[in-house]
C-alpha cells in the first residue's frame, strides 16, 4: 500500500508555471505507474499525465502534451508534474494517484490517491 501526498498547487497567471510534486510513503514506490490526473466542479475527474515505474514510458493527454512535463524520483519516492504555458482552463484540483497496472488514461486502474491540490490560472 501507498500513501500519496501533492503539493505545489497555487495561483499563477496564464502563461505562467508551476511545478506539483507528489510525495509517496509505503513500501515499493519504484514499482507503480504513477498518473496525475485533475478535476474542476461537475465534471468527471480527467487523466493528465502517467509514468511507468522506471519512468521509461510516459502518456499525455492531448489538451497538455507539449506543455506538461511528468517525472519521477524513485529515490526520494517523489513523482512531478512540471506545467507551463498554463491556461485559465488548467484550472483544477489536481491529484496524484498509483496503479499496479501499466500506464493507463482509465482512473479506474488506479488504486491510490492522494487528497489533492488546487491549481487556479488567472487570466
Known amino acids: 500500500q501507498v500513501q500519496l501526498v501533492e503539493s505545489g498547487g497555487g495561483l499563477v497567471q496564464a502563461g505562467g508555471s508551476l511545478r506539483l510534486s507528489c510525495l509517496a510513503s509505503?513500501?515499493?514506490?519504484?514499482?507503480?505507474?504513477m498518473g496525475w490526473f485533475r478535476q474542476t466542479p461537475g465534471k468527471e475527474r480527467e487523466f493528465v499525465a502517467g509514468?511507468?515505474?522506471?519512468?521509461?514510458?510516459?502518456n499525455y493527454a492531448s489538451s497538455v502534451k507539449g506543455r506538461f512535463t511528468i517525472s519521477r524520483d524513485n529515490a526520494k519516492k517523489t513523482v512531478y508534474l512540471q506545467m507551463n504555458s498554463l491556461k485559465p482552463e488548467d484550472t483544477a484540483v489536481y491529484y496524484c494517484?498509483?496503479?499496479?497496472?501499466?500506464?493507463?488514461?482509465?482512473?479506474?486502474?488506479?488504486?491510490?490517491w492522494g487528497q489533492g491540490t488546487q491549481v487556479t490560472v488567472s487570466s
Open positions: 509505503g513500501r515499493a514506490f519504484s514499482t507503480y505507474t
Open positions: 509514468i511507468s515505474w522506471g519512468g521509461g514510458v510516459t
Open positions: 494517484a498509483a496503479s499496479t497496472e501499466t500506464v493507463s488514461s482509465r482512473s479506474s486502474r488506479y488504486a491510490y
